[in-house]
């Protein structure tokens, strides 16, 4: 047992069971009498020193120096940049946790990886180490920025890397910040982190460098695992996705739209819905504006009055109300005295909200002046509003530009999303 160190490959043989892999240091938060290993298919457990007969080092852990490939120019190939934000995708363990931490750069993606090089001429850019949870519209805001410089700048597409659990509201609000888009702009992440043998960060990177080096696709999209094996990934415009699982790697579907695209791993693209923009000459621009103040607020049975007031204090807040966009009776006095824009989404993430069918859905449109988001889910009515907002205050211009199909957010007509 004193022999063994971390990082070594052992053999623990206890009083029933032999269990084989890498010996990992125990994070502080756990017992002190707990041994973590971790297994050959990427996963740890932790065993009771108690009932530990004996430990057997297999093989010595060496440190090996990170080596410092760069990222040679292939004649014929298309630009793609990776920009790499943080997130499970770039993972690794943190010994003081035992959770992991965002720390692996673009260019580790491609050493790992190393059939990106035979797609596209590759440059590396990191340029934040952010868990997704933590983002906001800062960090969008320099998303933006990054990928207009690189767009401009020769890159034929570019790939953003950063955690799922927000990633539908970055990839919409990079659609409404990307102005002009002529290239392809891809968010893709991992559910399973990298040291993981099920990981599905390798194949969700390939497919996004994939499509950014050969789509004629001009958006911004999302990238991640269709299904749950490794039979394809899907395209999703960005503010027609939403993360619908919280391990599944198939967790991203479009919604209220059908997907543009499925990317196989052998670099075939094929299309599944035609109503996309396409490349072009034009010269991408990144909004610098977004309004922060706004509020997103779901509502429910029983839900009091005065929980609303809070808002009030608020530019703008989004209520995701129930079915076709109902909100209780106790919250219209509430809402009659907001004078502020107020969008009525539908919880129901499917669907869309309609302001005409029953008697409060016509004292919040007409009356009350509620902004009804159509076919948008809640997510992406709360990321347009704050970049409406970050461009006006007047609530007429406000509702005007919330109602207009900016970035695909709106269809005319859904009902095949559950196709996928």
């Known amino acids: 047992m004193a022999d063994a160190k971390p990082g070594d490959s052992v053999r623990i043989i206890t009083e029933t069971e032999e269990f084989s892999g890498i010996l990992m240091p125990r994070p502080e938060i756990l017992d002190r009498n707990v041994t973590v290993l971790k297994l050959e298919n990427g996963y740890n457990i932790g065993i009771d020193n108690s009932k530990i007969k004996k430990i057997e080092v297999t093989e010595r852990y060496e440190a090996k120096k990170p080596a410092k490939h760069a990222l040679k120019e292939k004649t014929g190939l298309p630009n793609v940049t990776i920009i790499s934000t943080g997130g499970t995708i770039s993972s690794k363990v943190d010994y003081k946790t035992g959770g992991v931490i965002a720390d692996y750069t673009a260019e580790d993606f491609v050493e790992m990886l190393p059939e990106l090089a035979d797609i596209a001429n590759l440059k590396a850019k990191k340029i934040m180490s952010v868990m997704s949870e933590d983002m906001t519209s800062k960090e969008w805001l320099a998303m933006a920025k990054a990928a207009e410089e690189e767009l401009n700048s020769g890159a034929d597409g570019v790939v953003i890397t950063q955690g799922t659990d927000t990633m539908h509201f970055t990839s919409a609000a990079l659609s409404f910040l990307l102005k002009n888009l002529s290239k392809p702009v891809i968010v893709t992440g991992a559910q399973r982190s990298i040291d993981r043998g099920s990981s599905d960060a390798f194949m969700n990177l ?18 991640m695992h269709g299904t749950t094996n490794d039979d394809y990934c899907l395209l999703i415009k960005g503010t027609k996705v939403r993360k619908m699982h919280t391990s599944r790697r198939d967790a991203f579907r479009p919604i209220n739209d059908l997907p543009i695209a ?12 035609e109503d996309y923009m396409k490349r072009s000459n034009a010269k991408a621009e990144a909004i610098s504006e977004f309004e922060d103040d706004v509020a997103l607020l779901y509502t429910y049975p029983g839900i009091k009055p005065d929980v609303i007031n809070i808002y009030k204090k608020y530019k703008g807040v989004v209520i995701a109300a129930t079915g076709l966009g109902n909100i209780p009776n106790a919250l219209l006095g509430e809402i009659k005295d907001m004078k502020i824009p107020v969008v009525i989404a539908a919880q129901t993430i499917y669907g869309r909200v309609h302001p005409l069918v029953y008697a409060n859905l016509r004292e919040l449109s007409i009356k009350l002046n509620c902004i009804f988001a159509e076919d ?12 409406v907002l970050g461009q006006t205050s007047d609530k007429e211009k406000v509702k005007e530009l919330m109602l207009a199909n900016i970035a695909g957010e709106i269809t005319e007509r859904s009902g095949s999303e559950f196709l996928y």
Request: aromatic letters at 8%.
């Open 206 to 223: 390939l497919c996004s460098v994939t499509a950014a080096a050969k789509s004629d696709i001009a958006e911004v999209m999302v990238c």
């Open 262 to 273: 499925k990317v196989f791993e052998n670099g075939k693209i094929e299309i599944v819905n």
């Open 376 to 387: 948008m889910h809640p997510e992406t009515a709360y990321v347009k509003l704050g970049y």
